[in-house]
């Protein structure tokens, strides 16, 4: 990131080379025209010359302030387009020095309860004698068994046979074939516990998803029967930990599960199965249900808690109720809770959420070209706030207070590679608003600006809130009008 900033920065320094010759320019253009002028009119060009001598300290003030603030967006430059740097090959990179989320957009498909039957089926062929005699081979029709098709691999018994009939010889088929009839489950009630991590160093946002379940089914038949309960293990969740899944109270591990995830096992009429699946797992940007097509549903809850502003895939099933805490799903008034309860429906819809996030590297990148536009705001505020409140500034403190503030956020630009990204931002800008608060006065000066100060910081932080920054800076803009317009009695029109 070091070697990035100083190549920024004297790509930069050589655009301000770059300036030096216009900028020489335009002096020897007004040195000759106050020649001129002092050709013409010798008297007036003194006056000039009187005046400007007696404004050059102030005028050199504010010109070096206006340099302090350039110097101070100058900073800011180097510092965003190293930080993008950093993050772009941190993405592109083969190698990381810390672990990457294990999971993307995690598709949970809703699990199979049916009913194992065994069915006798029975096919005949007819040949007659004179097909049979040409295709008998060695006076033997067992060559002819493998054309008559493939029985499946859900046969359980097979028999075959030839009979001589009057009429010709006629092969026999008998299939003892196994056969699934689906089942409706009484009750399902699925809770996902969705909470979200900013990692360090920029990374990705991702969630760690506690999942828990419990499904009833049970025999539909007046005598004894096997039920098979099959579980597909979600898509796009990477590893999944302590997976458990309990039958009837009776936990069984992966050794116990036919293919993972199946169970199989005698049930008594009318008896009832009761299921319970967890697990744990990574996951980022998305979660979803998926039900079967067409599914009947007796009784579904499905509850989802998570920390961050959800919204909802198109023609999905919208939550039937919604709890969200008082100051938003951004975790500060705890976690949103979203409820779908459908009771005898029959649906082809899935519960599908994703989650308001940006891309890390775009977001710092809207952050930290707010932050340029903050300076600029400082710059104006601080003296409007100086004006109305009738205290003296200096060009140079002005101009230091600038460049304390865009030191602060270059700060909160460096801990990104160290913190998570809204603590790294939220220390930078208070660091920088302290920063330019010493250098206006501090506790010494009763009228320092420091609200203006504090809109100026948090104004780049609105773009880390999900999608309030709208909101926010229009919040701001608001309270800084009514803060300063009060004080500006200039501003008033005289009384008659």
Not at 8 to 20: E, S
Not at 172 to 192: H, I, N, Y
Not at 273 to 278: G, I, K, L, P, T
Request: glycine letters at 10%.
């Amino acid at each position: 990131m070091v070697q990035t900033a100083l190549t920024a920065l004297l790509g930069a320094l050589r655009a301000l080379l770059d300036l030096a010759l216009p900028a020489a320019l335009v002096l020897a253009a007004l040195a000759l025209a106050l020649a001129g002028l002092a050709l013409i009119d010798r008297e007036r060009a003194r006056r000039t010359l009187h005046g400007l001598g007696t404004h050059a300290p102030q005028l050199g003030g504010w010109a070096l302030a206006a340099l302090l603030l350039g110097a101070a967006l100058l900073v800011l430059n180097v510092s965003r387009r190293a930080v993008d740097a950093r993050i772009a090959a941190q993405q592109s990179a083969r190698y990381a020095n810390a672990a990457d989320p294990d999971g993307g957009q995690t598709v949970q498909t809703a699990p199979r309860a049916s009913l194992v039957e065994n069915r006798t089926y029975t096919r005949s062929l007819l040949l007659p004698s004179d097909v049979a005699t040409r295709v008998s081979v060695n006076n033997s029709l067992d060559g002819l068994l493998p054309y008559l098709g493939s029985p499946g691999d859900t046969v359980q018994d097979l028999r075959e046979n030839f009979t001589r009939t009057p009429a010709g010889l006629r092969y026999t088929r008998t299939v003892l074939m196994q056969s699934e009839r689906p089942l409706d489950f009484d009750r399902s009630v699925v809770r996902a516990d969705l909470r979200f991590v900013d990692p360090a160093g920029g990374r990705g946002t991702y969630y760690n998803a506690a999942f828990q379940a419990s499904y009833r089914f049970r025999n539909p038949l007046s005598t004894p029967a096997t039920l098979r309960f099959a579980f597909p293990l979600p898509g796009g969740s990477g590893t999944l930990s302590g997976f458990t899944l309990t039958v009837n109270g009776q936990a069984l591990s992966a050794s116990d599960l036919l293919g993972g995830s199946v169970w199989e096992g005698q049930v008594p009429a009318g008896g009832r199965v009761d299921v319970q699946v967890a697990y744990a797992h990574q996951g980022s940007r998305a979660w979803s249900y998926q039900l079967s097509r067409r599914e009947a549903i007796r009784d579904l809850d499905v509850t989802v808690t998570a920390d961050r502003p959800a919204k909802f895939q198109r023609y999905s099933l919208f939550p039937t109720s919604q709890t969200r805490p008082a100051l938003g799903s951004s975790g500060l008034g705890g976690p949103a809770t979203l409820r779908w309860q459908l009771k005898n429906a029959v649906t082809a819809q899935d519960v599908a959420v994703v989650f308001t996030q940006g891309s890390v590297r775009e977001t710092l990148t809207k952050v930290h070209l707010t932050q340029g536009l903050a300076v600029i705001l400082a710059a104006l505020l601080i003296p409007l706030w100086a004006v109305t409140r009738r205290t003296p500034l200096s060009p140079l403190t002005l101009g230091g207070a600038l460049l304390g503030l865009a030191l602060g956020f270059t700060l909160g630009g460096v801990l990104t590679a160290y913190l998570p990204l809204l603590i790294a931002e939220i220390l930078g800008s208070l660091l920088g608003a302290a920063l330019a608060w010493v250098i206006l006065g501090g506790p010494r000066q009763a009228r320092t600006p420091l609200l203006p100060l504090l809109a100026c910081a948090a104004l780049p932080l609105a773009f880390l809130t999900g999608g309030h920054a709208g909101l926010i800076l229009t919040v701001l803009a608001a309270t800084l009008l009514l803060l300063l317009l009060p004080r500006a009695r200039w501003l008033a029109p005289a009384s008659p």
